[in-house]
């Protein structure tokens, strides 16, 4: 015996692997079957499918409902749009500096009102008691003469 042939014996695993392989091959090829070539048919015939007959289904159908859903969503849009408008129109500073005056103006406006009345009561008041005085003091001057 050689030192060479005692080498391959000990360290060449090459004829081992080959046979563990083919094994494992064999075993592989025969648990899987076809089965990818028959999903790949499968895939071929509902893609055929789907662009023989969907597909005109969904060209006719977008025909149908694009123009309506391009309609709704340009009114969406127009809203929207008017919605910003009208949030810029009203900017928040302005408006409360505005309404700040305006109430201001409603509450002078509002005193000069309870003044004018306070002042009507105030009058008729004095006329009033100017008139029971005169009242008593004619009573008074009955009563005295009597």
Do not use: W
Not at 79 to 107: G, I
């Amino acid at each position: 015996m050689d030192v060479n042939e005692v080498f391959s014996r000990l360290f060449d695993h090459r004829p081992f692997l080959k046979g563990e392989i083919e094994f494992f091959k064999k075993e592989f090829e025969e648990k899987r079957g076809d089965r990818e070539v028959e999903q790949l048919f499968r895939s071929l015939e509902l893609i055929t499918e789907i662009k023989e007959g969907q597909v005109e289904k969904i060209v006719n159908s977008s025909d149908d409902n694009l123009p309506r859903t391009i309609a709704d969503i340009q009114v969406a849009l127009h809203m929207c749009e008017d919605t910003l408008d009208t949030e810029t129109k009203f900017s928040t500073d302005e408006l409360l500096a505005k309404k700040r005056a305006e109430r201001k103006l409603r509450l002078a406006s509002v005193q000069r009102d309870v003044q004018e009345k306070l002042n009507l009561l105030e009058e008729s008041y004095q006329e009033k008691e100017k008139a029971m005085r005169a009242r008593f003091e004619q009573l008074e001057s009955r009563a005295g003469c009597v």
